[in-house]
């Protein structure tokens, strides 16, 4: 078992990636054009990816910069249309906190709570039938919603 401060090989970046998308190997394989054996093997380090190009096409089906695979710091953003940095924004503001941490910025509207579960619900839905996708889509409105809701409350 790998200790808190161990670097990951590539393969296990890759594996580690693909889980946490929810694919399974013979997935990615078939995004990738290559075989179930293929991804497993470079998963274990069995397997070397050496070209550039597939190292990228992996990064892009993971939905992952390069860096990302290649346990680099991130230098760039995500690609425009990615909804990734729509939620990594709404989880990084100040405002997602507690009002208590950072007071009371949020407008004086008036929260709706039936909005919130309809979204909810379909965030679930969409989920449940393995869109990703479109459950990261759901993720900003769906935070935002939240913190309208935690205003309210309070």
């Not at 393969?11 to 890759?14: L, Q, V």
């Given at each position: 078992m790998r200790g808190g401060g161990d670097e990951l090989s590539i393969?296990?970046?890759?594996a580690f990636y693909r889980r946490r998308r929810?694919?399974?190997?013979?997935?990615?394989?078939g995004l990738m054009g290559k075989s179930e054996d293929w991804v497993s093997k470079v998963e274990r380090g069995e397997r070397q990816v050496n070209r550039v190009e597939v190292l990228v096409e992996l990064a892009r089906q993971l939905r992952v910069t390069l860096n990302d695979l290649l346990g680099e710091p991130v230098l760039f953003e995500a690609e425009e249309g990615d909804d990734v940095p729509a939620v990594r924004d709404a989880l990084m503001s100040p405002q997602r906190l507690s009002h208590t941490l950072v007071g009371d910025e949020l407008p004086a509207e008036q929260a709706d709570a039936e909005p919130v579960a309809r979204l909810t619900e379909e965030a679930w839905n969409q989920y449940q039938e393995g869109n990703l996708g479109q459950v990261i889509s759901l993720l900003p409105d769906l935070l935002g919603s939240a913190r309208l809701l935690e205003h309210a409350s309070a």
């Open positions: 393969g296990e970046r890759i929810g694919l399974s190997q013979v997935v990615l394989a």
